[in-house]
Each structure stands twice: as structure tokens, then as C-alpha cells.
């Protein structure tokens, strides 16, 4: 093989390379949904108890209690929008697995 032909051959595998790099970057999924809201879920318990001073007048009071439920969760997966209740808040970005699905576990 003559100088000009290796030359020729070694351009054409760094555009075929470099070809296939762009097309990648293009042509790839998403990884997160972005998180647009997080709205906190929460519940008020009341539980009544009996208080009666000396002279036994009761009286009746109620404690509150807030338990949390989870979160009212507003994505977007490129132009597409959509809602999910979670156990605990997602932070700015949920992942999506390799068919681009909400991924909901914390598999370690």
C-alpha cells in the first residue's frame, strides 16, 4: 500500500468514528424526567383527651398531629408532561430506565 492510501483510509475511520459520535449525541434518550413540582401531601390527625380541674369541670381538647403522605409530583420527559404521587420527594430529576419509564425504586 502506497503513503496516500493509508492516509485516505485513516480519514475515512475518523469521520466514520466521528460520524457515529454525533449521531449518538443526537439520537440519545433521555435519562431523567425533570421535576417541575413537588407538593408535599399532608394529613392532620386530631385526637380528643379529657382534662377536668379540681372541681371536676372536663373539658375536652384536641391535639393535632401532622403525618405526611407522600407528594404530588409534576415531570416532563422531553414535551411530554405528567404526575405521580411519591412516598418521599424526588428532588429536580427522576430517573428513567433504557424504555424511558419512571424508575420509583432505590434498588442500591
Not at 5 to 18: K, P, R, T, Y
Not at 86 to 92: K, L, N, T, V, W
Request: proline letters at 4%; one cysteine or more; glycine letters at 10%.
Amino acid at each position: 500500500m502506497n503513503k496516500s492510501m493509508l492516509v485516505g483510509m485513516g480519514f475515512s475511520v475518523v469521520a466514520i468514528f466521528g460520524i457515529a459520535v454525533v449521531a449518538g449525541l443526537f439520537n440519545r434518550s433521555p435519562q431523567f424526567a425533570q421535576v417541575l413540582s413537588a407538593i408535599p401531601i399532608k394529613e392532620t390527625l386530631k385526637t380528643a383527651r379529657q382534662t377536668c380541674s379540681t372541681g371536676q369541670i372536663c373539658q375536652t381538647i384536641y391535639d393535632k398531629q401532622e403525618r405526611m403522605l407522600g407528594y404530588n409530583v409534576t415531570y416532563k420527559i422531553g414535551d411530554q408532561q405528567g404526575k405521580i404521587r411519591m412516598e418521599s420527594d424526588p428532588g429536580i430529576r427522576i430517573p428513567l430506565d433504557n424504555n424511558g419509564r419512571l424508575v420509583l425504586s432505590n434498588k442500591a
